[in-house]
């Protein structure tokens, strides 16, 4: 079977005419003239009208850019980008130590959350080093684990500063 480029007119049994405007490896997507934008299967049932010669590129620069981010993220030690939640931006963070002959310290609270995402990020690299190393058994492996998963649970008092939950600290979870 050969891929339909985009510009394709197809004529779908259950939607009608339309003209492919985007390809992946699984999927068209195809704006149909009565029912607007639809995707289907590339193996689904329908009759060309006329196809387009263009060479077609079978994944998407969304797929590609996702996948890569995920190799990136897993293998190296770039670091996403990490959003201090709104309420927090432009404050600060005041240590008032408890004898009051003593000064206190200001800390621009976007200075301190980045310093907190440093850790997380060395963190998340040494445990990919532990889990790659070959000069440890398994036993060590999980040892040193569980530090690690430790000193998240630690750091899980700075969740409230993340603007997204999916970028806070996880320590382990009670079972």
């Known amino acids: 079977m050969k891929l339909l480029g985009i510009?394709?007119?197809i004529n779908h049994p259950e939607y009608g005419k339309g003209v492919v405007t985007n390809v992946t490896?699984?999927?068209?997507?195809?704006?149909?003239?009565?029912?607007?934008?639809e995707t289907i299967d590339i193996d689904s049932e329908f009759d060309v009208i006329d196809a387009a010669e263009d060479e077609v590129d079978t994944v998407s620069f969304y797929?590609?850019?996702k996948s890569l981010r995920q190799i990136l993220k897993k293998w190296s030690d770039v670091s996403e980008?990490?959003?201090?939640?709104?309420?927090?931006?432009?404050?600060?963070?005041?240590?008032?130590?408890g004898d009051p002959n003593l000064q206190s310290k200001e800390l621009p609270i976007d200075t301190?959350?980045?310093?907190?995402t440093m850790v997380r990020d060395r963190l998340r690299v040494m445990e990919q080093k532990i889990n790659s190393s070959n000069n440890l058994d398994e036993q060590e492996?999980?040892?040193?684990?569980?530090?690690?998963?430790?000193?998240?649970?630690s750091l899980t008092t700075f969740n409230v500063l993340f603007k997204l939950k999916?970028?806070?600290f996880v320590g382990q979870r009670s079972k």
Not at 85 to 95: E, H, P, Q, S, T
Not at 112 to 116: D, N, P, S
Not at 144 to 151: E, G, M, N
Request: net charge positive; proline share 2%; no cysteine.
């Open 81 to 97: 980008v990490i959003s201090i939640a709104d309420k927090w931006k432009g404050g600060k963070l005041i240590m008032e130590p």
């Open 166 to 168: 999916s970028q806070q």
């Open 63 to 65: 797929e590609v850019e």
């Open 25 to 37: 490896s699984i999927h068209y997507w195809v704006t149909f003239i009565e029912g607007g934008l």
């Open 141 to 153: 492996k999980i040892d040193l684990q569980q530090y690690i998963t430790r000193s998240y649970g």
């Open 112 to 116: 301190f959350f980045h310093k907190i």
């Open 7 to 9: 510009g394709s007119r």
